[in-house]
């Protein structure tokens, strides 16, 4: 399973919606602004890395968050 994928579940799962599409805004999608420091912390479980909150704010898509933990080491 792809990280894009990974995290469109988790998405998903955080937000009780359907995974969204790798290029879809994730707030847009369905997940709240409340969810998101859930989404950080798993995030950051998942991937065993330290997102820092400036990082995390820009990311809105999968595709976005993936390449995001790609270049702080992540995966």
Known sequence: MSDVTR???LIARIAKIEPPA???DIYR?????TDALELLLEL???????????RFITARTSDDIA???GGI???
């Open 22 to 24: 790798p290029d879809a």
């Open 67 to 69: 390449a995001m933990i």
């Open 73 to 75: 080491g992540g995966a």
């Open 44 to 54: 950051e479980d998942m991937f065993s890395v330290a997102i820092p909150d400036d």
């Open 29 to 33: 999608a369905g997940l709240e602004s």
């Open 7 to 9: 995290i469109a579940e």
